[in-house]
């Protein structure tokens, strides 16, 4: 995720990244802009092929349609993209909630479970970030004090292996009856939502905008920028070529937007900053629990 100063809107005019949208458009824009041009040539050098007359009423109002029909395109996507910003906000809440709930009722003497769950709680959040990228990478897991780390590392599922061995070392604990029923419940509510989260995240993940809805969007802006030089030519003439460059230019980048923060987990420049907030957990995890094994930067 990029990170800028939203005051600063006159440098941000003049500035271009690796996703900006003109780069990724550029060779349709040419296009596009030869096409109107032949277009325009045609219809203003042999007018006896063209008998129709301007058709701008007709793109006036499917302008607006489509305006319309933008704006719910990129509403979809940014409560998607927000979403996503809010269930990580509360896996971070949910992890210092729990660190702090341990480092309560474990004594501290007791380093083996401390280092455990210091360990286990931000791998939690490491494990779900990848897992929403199809794979996780275990070396950003943190393992050197978990015993059953092997079920771990085989699991199809790893933030659920990794929920899962929490949740046993919670009632190894009340059964050596060092933690009471009522701190038992406590913890699970804490670790239970870790689940809810990774849940909603999956479902975010898994349910793309509806494959009809897509299409469409795609078919009408092509058809409107395509029809459009026709309804422009004989009010503008060639000053229709830029005009059109222009609203496909438009249209295009608000689709290109709503594409690309959709689906907020993966590591596009406007995706959610999730290996930051992994890291984050890490460190407020260990520091809360007394664990001072070092944070590494990747």
């Not at 990228?133 to 699991?155: Q, T």
């Not at 659920?160 to 509510?189: E, F, P, W």
């Not at 930051?276 to 094994?293: C, K």
């Amino acid at each position: 995720m990029i990170k800028y100063n939203p005051k600063s809107w006159f440098s941000l005019i003049f500035k271009f990244h690796k996703s900006d949208t003109f780069r990724r458009m550029r060779y349709v824009l040419v296009i596009f802009a030869i096409y109107s041009a032949g277009v325009v040539y045609l219809v203003l050098h042999f007018p006896d092929f063209f008998t129709f007359k301007s058709t701008i009423q007709v793109h006036s109002l499917l302008g607006f349609v489509i305006s319309m029909l933008l704006v719910f395109r990129t509403n979809t996507a940014y409560d998607r993209w927000w979403e996503g910003r809010k269930l990580w906000g509360a896996l971070i809440n949910d992890s210092r909630n729990m660190a702090i709930k341990i480092n309560a009722v474990l004594a501290k003497e007791n380093i083996r479970d401390r280092s455990y769950f210091a360990s286990m709680i931000p791998n939690y959040s490491f494990a779900l970030k990848e897992h929403l990228r199809k794979g996780v990478d275990l070396s950003d897991l943190d393992y050197d004090n978990v015993d059953d780390f092997e079920n771990v590392r085989i699991a199809q599922h790893i933030p659920n292996a990794i929920a899962n061995g929490m949740y046993s070392r919670l009632h190894k604990l009340y059964r050596d009856q060092v933690i009471s029923g009522d701190q038992l419940i406590t913890l699970d509510k804490e670790l239970k939502s870790f689940t809810d989260i990774a849940g909603a995240c999956e479902r975010i993940k898994s349910t793309p905008i509806p494959y009809s809805y897509s299409l469409f969007f795609k078919k009408v802006i092509f058809i409107y920028t395509a029809t459009l030089p026709f309804g422009l030519v004989y009010d503008f003439k060639y000053w229709t070529v830029p005009i059109v460059f222009f609203m496909l230019y438009v249209f295009g980048s608000i689709e290109l937007i709503a594409e690309e923060i959709e689906d907020p987990f993966g590591k596009d420049v406007n995706d959610l900053p999730t290996d930051e907030i992994a890291l984050r957990v890490r460190v407020n995890t260990r520091e809360i629990l007394g664990y001072t094994a070092p944070v590494i930067h990747k």
